[in-house]
């Protein structure tokens, strides 16, 4: 399908070649994306390296527009045996796309990577930036990481994000409101906190943001302490530390401002989460912990801070999937059976599920593909993601078994009997509401979250948020 128009844009106008480039005839109406400089008030020097980009510079805005093209919200570059392996991830699918030679993918990072206003030539520690750049006249941030591998060379990862879609709001991620109002209960008494976890590129700093914006702003003072490097938070103030100040300090200060609730930096040290844990009496605050799952990030908070304070001021940790969505104009009806029903425990009035189109009975030559019935979709059948939820509550009964018995599979059970969200349980919810199929919750949930974080990944350094 290369070539082919996002059929989900309004308007696929002609392609105007970027400029010093030919029009490529065998892709005529393919858009080109456009550079506008780097992120962070960096300077791009492209003149210093003017040789490196007249080798790699259409080749990186080549890949980059078939990205687009293509709806991919990730790209990977990772030198393997001589070549360098380029995937795009599509609505958290890998899709593979032809290896570069080795020399000029390499060129093609260091290309992205000045863009970026990095240094190309320091391939010895990882670095984060980002672009500028407009697509079919929309706005966006990539958002560029690297780093080094074996044998000299680095990797790289580009993160398309449309800079006018903000998800920052309960409704804007499609939380369900009774999950809304519990968060504001737990943070309306000035005290108690929430942690939010997940795994990697799970869009936990999104799940974060909008936790932070399940508290009335108008009835709460609500003050942003950490660093999110451009993006802008709706209804809150910044709080700058004075320098020097350390954390007790500036708590006490914020304090003084009548501070309702905190929004921090990621949780990555025991001595934060000490002070943290120890303020949370004062004060409630919400918070990113980096941890696949809510068992681990509440594992790790007890050895950090022990689990007298963590039972007395933590309130929840919650955590999200990222579920394919049905394409809407080709998804298929069906009437469930009771049985099927009684499993999901849906209610046994529902009346109709939706599922992805059937493949043609393969002996008819004659009976229409997949692809040739949806054309929005190309007959992937989905298209977009929406998130399932789960939120560990810590509950007087959550305490005990916590207290006694601290299992991930004892506390899954508890959860389960006091009715508290868990992940397959909202995930049938997208179910029911049309969003997705059961194939598709059965396929996310066995291919299980992962036990770690890719083997290779880089330490983070100070940077934009995932
Ligand atoms: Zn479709």
């Given at each position: 399908m290369?070539?082919k128009?996002?059929?989900?844009k309004?308007?696929?106008k002609?392609?105007?070649?970027a400029?010093?480039q030919?029009?490529?005839?065998d892709?005529?109406?393919?858009?080109?994306?456009?550079?506008q400089g780097?992120?962070?008030?960096?300077?791009?020097?492209?003149k210093?390296h003017?040789k490196l980009?007249q080798?790699?510079l259409?080749p990186?805005?080549?890949l980059?527009?078939e990205?687009?093209?293509?709806r991919?919200?990730?790209?990977?570059?990772e030198?393997?045996?001589?070549?360098?392996?380029t995937r795009?991830?599509?609505?958290?699918?890998?899709v593979?796309?032809?290896?570069v030679?080795g020399p000029k993918?390499?060129?093609?990072?260091?290309?992205v990577?000045l863009?970026?206003?990095?240094?190309p030539?320091?391939?010895k520690s990882?670095?984060l930036g980002?672009?500028?750049?407009e697509?079919?006249?929309l706005?966006?941030?990539?958002m560029?990481?690297?780093?080094?591998?074996?044998?000299g060379?680095?990797?790289?990862?580009?993160?398309?994000?449309?800079?006018?879609?903000?998800?920052?709001?309960?409704?804007e991620?499609?939380?369900p409101?009774s999950?809304?109002t519990?968060i504001r209960n737990m943070?309306?008494?000035?005290?108690g906190?929430?942690?939010?976890c997940?795994p990697p590129?799970?869009?936990?700093?999104?799940l974060?943001?909008?936790?932070?914006?399940?508290?009335?702003?108008?009835?709460y003072?609500?003050?942003?302490?950490a660093d999110?490097h451009g993006r802008?938070?709706i209804?809150v103030?910044?709080?700058?530390?004075?320098p020097?100040h350390d954390?007790e300090l500036?708590f006490?200060?914020?304090?003084r401002r009548?501070a309702?609730?905190?929004f921090m930096?990621p949780?990555?040290?025991?001595?934060d989460?000490?002070t943290i844990f120890?303020?949370?009496?004062k004060?409630?605050?919400?918070m990113e912990?980096?941890?696949n799952?809510?068992?681990?990030a509440l594992?790790?908070v007890?050895?950090?801070?022990?689990?007298?304070l963590?039972l007395k001021?933590?309130r929840?940790?919650l955590?999200?999937?990222l579920?394919?969505k049905?394409?809407?104009d080709c998804?298929?009806?069906?009437?469930?059976?009771?049985?099927?029903?009684?499993?999901?425990g849906?209610?046994?009035e529902?009346?109709?599920l939706?599922?992805?189109?059937?493949?043609?009975p393969?002996?008819?030559p004659?009976a229409?593909t997949?692809e040739?019935l949806c054309?929005?979709?190309a007959?992937?059948?989905y298209?977009?993601?929406?998130?399932?939820?789960?939120m560990?509550?810590?509950?007087?009964?959550?305490?005990e078994?916590i207290?006694?018995?601290?299992?991930?599979d004892a506390?899954?059970k508890?959860?389960?009997?006091?009715?508290?969200t868990?992940?397959?349980?909202d995930?049938?919810?997208?179910v029911?509401?049309?969003?997705?199929?059961?194939?598709?919750?059965?396929?996310?949930?066995?291919?299980?979250?992962p036990?770690k974080?890719?083997a290779?990944?880089?330490?983070?350094?100070?940077?934009?948020?995932?």
């Amino acid at each position: 399908m290369a070539g082919k128009p996002d059929p989900q844009k309004a308007d696929p106008k002609k392609p105007v070649p970027a400029k010093g480039q030919a029009p490529d005839q065998d892709a005529p109406e393919l858009e080109q994306v456009l550079f506008q400089g780097p992120l962070f008030g960096r300077e791009a020097n492209l003149k210093a390296h003017a040789k490196l980009v007249q080798a790699a510079l259409v080749p990186v805005k080549q890949l980059i527009s078939e990205a687009f093209a293509k709806r991919a919200h990730t790209i990977y570059m990772e030198p393997r045996e001589g070549r360098v392996a380029t995937r795009f991830i599509v609505d958290g699918i890998p899709v593979p796309v032809a290896p570069v030679p080795g020399p000029k993918g390499m060129a093609m990072i260091q290309v992205v990577k000045l863009l970026a206003g990095l240094d190309p030539n320091d391939r010895k520690s990882p670095h984060l930036g980002g672009i500028k750049a407009e697509f079919d006249k929309l706005t966006f941030n990539l958002m560029i990481d690297t780093a080094p591998v074996a044998g000299g060379a680095e990797k790289l990862r580009i993160k398309l994000e449309n800079r006018k879609v903000v998800r920052q709001r309960p409704a804007e991620v499609g939380m369900p409101d009774s999950m809304k109002t519990k968060i504001r209960n737990m943070t309306s008494e000035r005290s108690g906190i929430v942690l939010v976890c997940g795994p990697p590129d799970s869009g936990t700093t999104t799940l974060s943001i909008v936790a932070l914006h399940c508290v009335d702003p108008y009835l709460y003072q609500v003050f942003n302490l950490a660093d999110l490097h451009g993006r802008e938070l709706i209804n809150v103030s910044d709080f700058k530390p004075e320098p020097g100040h350390d954390m007790e300090l500036s708590f006490d200060r914020i304090l003084r401002r009548e501070a309702d609730v905190l929004f921090m930096n990621p949780l990555t040290s025991p001595q934060d989460a000490q002070t943290i844990f120890r303020y949370g009496e004062k004060v409630a605050f919400i918070m990113e912990i980096p941890a696949n799952t809510p068992f681990e990030a509440l594992t790790k908070v007890i050895e950090w801070v022990g689990i007298d304070l963590v039972l007395k001021n933590l309130r929840c940790i919650l955590t999200q999937k990222l579920i394919r969505k049905l394409c809407d104009d080709c998804k298929q009806a069906f009437r469930p059976n009771p049985l099927l029903l009684k499993k999901l425990g849906l209610p046994p009035e529902t009346t109709v599920l939706y599922r992805a189109p059937q493949p043609p009975p393969p002996d008819d030559p004659k009976a229409v593909t997949i692809e040739e019935l949806c054309a929005p979709c190309a007959g992937v059948p989905y298209h977009g993601r929406a998130a399932a939820f789960e939120m560990l509550e810590i509950t007087d009964t959550m305490k005990e078994v916590i207290a006694t018995n601290r299992t991930a599979d004892a506390i899954r059970k508890q959860m389960v009997a006091e009715g508290q969200t868990t992940l397959q349980k909202d995930a049938i919810r997208l179910v029911a509401q049309g969003k997705t199929s059961l194939e598709e919750i059965q396929r996310v949930f066995s291919s299980g979250p992962p036990k770690k974080p890719p083997a290779k990944a880089p330490p983070r350094p100070p940077g934009p948020p995932k």
